[in-house]
Structure formats: C-alpha cells, structure tokens
C-alpha cells in the first residue's frame, strides 16, 4: 500500500491528480473531504450534499481558501470549474457521477436508496466507485461489482472500515502460504436487541451521532452487515445464525477458534465471527501443516499453534479511504468487494418487538426489526427478508413475535424501490433469488 504515497506523489508533480466525487457530507464524508484537500496526488474535485453549505464547510475547514470553492448545478458547469483549478460543490449526487473528468466516485450517502441511484449513475459514466454504503453492498453488491466489471471499473467497500481492514489480513496471511480459517472483528458492547433511536438518544447526543446510527451499532445489526460483507467477499460462513459472538481476549483467541472436537467453540473452519472485547480490531485465525513454519511461528512468540492470530488493533474509518480510491484508480484494483459466487450469506431482518399486521416497518437502526447474519443458503430456505429491502414503507401483512424472522410473504414490500428492482435483478442473473 505505501508505494501508493510514491505515485500519488509524482501525479502531484505531474499536475494530474485523481479527481475524486464525493457524494453525501456526513460524518465519515465530511471527514474524507477535508483530508482529500491535503493530499498530494488526488483532489475532491466535486463534493455533493442534499445541503451544499455543508460541502463547503468541510472544504473550508482544511485551509481550502474560499475563492478556490465554487459551486455548479450541471455537469458542464463543473467540468470548467475543475478545468479553472477549482473545487466544485454541488446539491445532487448525479452531479458527482456524471461530471466527465471526475475518475472515482465515493457513495457517503448513508441511505441505500439515493446511494444506489448514484452508485449506478457512476458505472453508467465508468467511474470507479469506492462505497462507504454497506448496507447496499450486502443488499445488492454482486450485482453492481458485475456492471462494474462490464463497465471495466472497479467497484469496491472501503479500507478503514472493518470489512475492508479484514481483508487485509486475508491477503497478508495468504500471500505467506498460511491458511486462514476464521476471520472477524471486534465488538465493543453486547448486543442489545432492544436498542432504539430512544434509547441510544443521551449517549448519541454525548458522541455527536445519529441516534439510528448509534442504535444499529448496539442492536448488532451492523455487525452483522460487516461479516455479511466479509462472507462475500470470502466464502466464509457464519458458524451459527446470527454468528457466535463469544466474550474474549486477544489472546485468547487461538484457543477460543478451534473446532469443538480440538477443545474450540467451532462445528467448521472458513467461517467469520465477532468478539466482545477486542474492539476496535480486526483479526484471522490462520494456521499451516509446514513444520518449518510452525517452527518460525513458535520462534516469533506467535503461539504454540495450531492456530495463529492474526490481530490489527485499529481500523481508521474514512482516514483510511483514500487508500482504495488510489488502489482503485492506479490498479484496478478493489478493497474487497463481493467475489463472482457471491453472495455467500445474507443480513435478514428479524422483529425487534411484536408487530402487528398493518404496521409499517422502519428500517436499519429504528424501531421495528434488527438484522441477523445467515448464509445464503439458509436465507433462501426460510425465505428471509434482506434487511436492505425494508424500510418505512414496508408493511407487515400478518402478525410476527418479538424475535421472529421476518419473511418475504409477510411484508408488502415497496415496489418502488430501487433497492428492490436491483434485487431483482441479481437474483435473476445470479441464479441465488429469493424472491
């Protein structure tokens, strides 16, 4: 990754910077915003918010002086502002994908709707398209990584978040010849199912969060779209529905992921998983049958083995993105994006309290229904809804007990959705539908 710095380096030197279009200034876009000012070798040349002022803000606040920042409704527009040296700020996403000069487009939208619009504007016009929107991706990322493919773009998550800091480890331990057998994350606090925007409301206030966002985090449900999002990109599989989630140590880890049969907690290998109490890491669990390397292993204090850990104490978010916006553009290359079999599991929606028929639902991170990890397999059979399908204008057609998994013939979805016609669409042509 650090030969990047090298080639970023000389585009500067070059005056041929990655022109980048970030679309949606929230928290995590906000912040990638002002750090691509800084940067040599790449530029936030068009930077798109439902609220303009906020993109401007985010400029300003890394030394981008005013008089360099000029805003555009057309693509044309935009295009002779970046051809007169300037930073170009706009109020819709389709500004961002449709602006020729513009060679990556970054979806930091937050919403799996107008994320998706955009998403497929930037493939339509052949961007690369870094996504920030796992919530989309495990929803419908095989189909937009194969019109990537076709478009001969890449389409890729993120390095920061967990997923793409995962597969990082993946490859590394890989590319030394070592198996890898478990791949997961941290959590830092227990699963609350129960979680809501009221209950998440103080400590959200105290954080400077979206309470839904906060309460997604705490009723699991983002957890289990990152291990979603590790099981597409992978083959790897949940050992249990819903994932195992032991309490743990670091170093305990090696000993906690074995089989049941070799003292473990484990019934197979290939599997992904989260930890209480190892947040905010990353890690594998790999192992070899080389006894020299078992030997070099042991000799590096990396344990007694079989199983080896693998441990990244850190994942730095949107610090991080302007890795995969420079691997995209300069090698076409993804983070980690869902393989070609994909997808290999499913985050379904489960009720977060008795719902009534009638009722309308309310999406990630609301009131009604919380996410649970599946493979696709099992999703399939039991017909089960994919949490990124449900949102307020979905509606309960019969009732379902606290707990419950939500299926597809107990909701009226929206047929509208853009979310639901890409569904669709990939479950046609990728033979895995459950609709």
Known sequence: MLELTTELEQLEREGTPIRVGIIGVGQMGRALAGQLALLPGIRPAVTVDHRPPRARTALLASGVPEERIAQAETPEEAEELIRRGKLVIGGDGLLAARTPSVDVVVDATGNIEDGLLYSLEAIAHRKHLVTMNAEADVTVGPLLARKARE??????????????????????????????????KGKNNHVDLEANPDTAAREAAEKGMNPRMLASFQDGTKTMVELTAMANATGFLPDVPGARGPSAAAEELPGLYRLREEGGILSRYATVDYVNGV?????????????ELRA????????EGPNYLLYRPYHLCSMETPISIARAALRGMATIAPLA??????TAAVAKRDLR????????GGYTVYGTILSHRDAAAQGALPMGLVNRRTRMKRDAA??????????????????????????????????
Do not use: N
């Open 279 to 291: 947040a905010p890491g990353v890690f594998a669990i790999v192992t070899t049958p080389h006894p």
């Open 357 to 364: 028929a009638g009722e309308l639902l309310d999406g990630i």
């Open 151 to 184: 478009a001969g773009v890449v389409y890729t998550g993120m390095a920061g978040d967990e997923p793409g800091a995962v597969m990082e480890l993946y490859r590394f331990a890989r590319a030394m010849g070592l198996t890898v057998l478990v791949l997961g």
């Open 341 to 346: 079999e994909a997808p290999f599991a499913e």
């Open 296 to 303: 070099q292993l042991r000799y590096l204090s990396m344990g």
């Open 402 to 435: 606290k707990g419950q998994l939500i299926t597809y013939d107990m909701v009226e979805l929206w047929e509208d959705s853009l979310a639901l016609r890409l569904r669709k669409e990939q479950d046609g042509l990728l033979g895995k539908g459950l609709l």
